[in-house]
């Protein structure tokens, strides 16, 4: 396994360039120390694995715990992207070469904090993800379908003349996936609700966190493929992912759809999982490696 700086240029033989043939993590810094690290860690190795890249943690661990040690910013994100390496004529891989890791640093987005407190405007998304079980789950560098997503949200935002964050995504059978950016939680009653993930999307590390949350701590929920219309008596809708922790969902504005209890639900939350992340240090389960 080669680390490279963020300076060096990427090689037009790399399989990610050529290919996305690589996996990537997205982290938080926060006063020079990654947070959820050993999540992080954990994830890029199995999803290295499932697409037979093989990374060496302990090696990988180093040489984040280096970069992000020298920032100097209170918050910054740290893009973590493997590569399966370089070469290899067409798709078929060079069994010589070493999978290749780069790290980019870019600044916290400031208007996280104003969304936490106000709540997410989203639309339904037309473009669809596609069904593929051995893809299911990882944060793989093919990110298309998230870019196509992306132009929807920019162009919804400019025939509403409105802000728009973000957007429900379902899969090419209607089901209910994620949104461009994250994993997505609902509330009916007393019981949540996440889609299942073993056909399509990213098993991001929030949402993993969370439903371990809900395990430790006997809180029901359930797993599931919904339509998207199942959002429509939800008193509580959320979306996670590692940079903005627990984010309400304020409306689905091309359906009307209004959550009035999510703000005060997700700062419940980010409180919590805080304490929670605390509580698992001493079993090692969410601890920072290093």
Not at 193 to 201: Q, R, V, W, Y
Request: glycine share 6%.
């Amino acid at each position: 396994m080669k680390i490279l700086s963020q300076q060096s240029p990427v090689n037009t033989n790399d399989r990610a360039f050529n290919y996305g043939d690589g996996v990537f993590s997205t982290m938080l810094v926060k006063q020079g120390k990654v947070e959820l690290m050993s999540m992080h860690i954990a994830r890029l190795v199995n999803d290295a694995a499932r697409l037979g890249i093989a990374i060496e943690p302990k090696q990988l661990c180093d040489a984040i715990v280096s970069d992000a040690t020298a920032l100097t910013q209170d918050r910054a994100v740290l893009k973590v992207h493997v590569s399966a390496g370089e070469g290899g004529r067409g798709y078929a891989r060079n069994d010589n070469a070493s999978p290749i890791v780069r790290f980019s640093v870019n600044p916290y987005p400031a208007h996280y904090d104003q969304l936490k407190e106000s709540g997410l405007t989203l639309i339904c998304a037309k473009t669809p993800l596609a069904l593929q079980p051995a893809l299911a789950g990882l944060k793989h560098l093919n990110r298309l379908e998230q870019v196509l997503v992306k132009n929807e949200i920019n162009a919804a935002q400019s025939a509403m003349r409105q802000d728009v964050d973000d957007a429900l995504v379902c899969d090419t059978q209607g089901d209910l996936v994620e949104t461009s950016v994250g994993n997505l939680f609902w509330k009916k009653a007393h019981k949540w609700f996440t889609p299942a993930l073993d056909k399509s999307g990213v098993n991001g590390v929030m949402r993993q966190l969370l439903i371990r949350y809900f395990t430790a701590k006997g809180i029901a929920f359930e797993e599931v493929k919904s339509p998207i219309d199942t959002l429509v008596d939800a008193s509580a809708v959320l979306v996670t992912n590692a940079l903005m922790g627990v984010m309400p969902v304020k409306v689905v504005v091309d359906q009307g759809w209004a959550f009035d209890d999510s703000v005060s639900t997700a700062k419940s939350f980010n409180r919590v999982l805080d304490e929670f992340i605390i509580e698992q240090k001493n079993d090692e389960v969410v601890n920072e490696v290093g």
